[in-house]
């Protein structure tokens, strides 16, 4: 499970206009290492240390359900995507994510726990997206 969404500036700076839809189809990479995701992060941030493990490849999420009301919260529960390493993906550890939309990055997190890949043996990454009011 991921940690909390970091959102960008470009997605704040639009936030009037972001809806559930503008997350359909938008496009989940991992990445390595010890940085802490932050609002100021840009694409360029999460491709210099994007995981390479073998056999992976970014993954598009579709299904996202709509906001529920919680009290003064609202949440969204994401797809899930499945990373399948190859039989020989060498040493890497994921410790988060980042989600884009075309050329533009529209938030990040750090996972929950980290996940040491493992030779041929797929691991899934699931997204629970919250705003609070207060």
């Not at 899930?80 to 190859?86: D, G, K, Q, R």
């Not at 990055?105 to 797929?122: D, E, F, K, N, Q």
Request: some cysteine; proline content about 6%; charged content about 10%.
């Amino acid at each position: 499970m991921a940690g909390d969404l970091v959102p960008s500036v470009e997605l704040l700076s639009n936030l009037e206009e972001i809806r559930l839809s503008d997350l359909e189809g938008s496009v989940m990479g991992l990445f390595e290492g010890s940085h802490v995701p932050n609002i100021a992060d840009v694409l360029a941030t999460y491709t210099g240390i994007e995981t390479t493990f073998g056999g992976y490849t970014r993954q598009t999420l579709v299904g996202w359900t709509p906001s529920n009301m919680t009290g003064l919260a609202a949440y969204t529960l994401g797809p899930y995507a499945i990373f399948t390493p190859s039989i020989t993906p060498g040493a890497h550890t994921v410790t988060g994510y980042f989600l884009i939309q075309g050329t533009r990055l529209i938030g990040c997190g750090r996972l929950a726990g980290a996940i040491t890949v493992a030779p041929s043996t797929p691991f899934a990454v699931a997204l629970m997206e919250s705003l609070e009011n207060g």
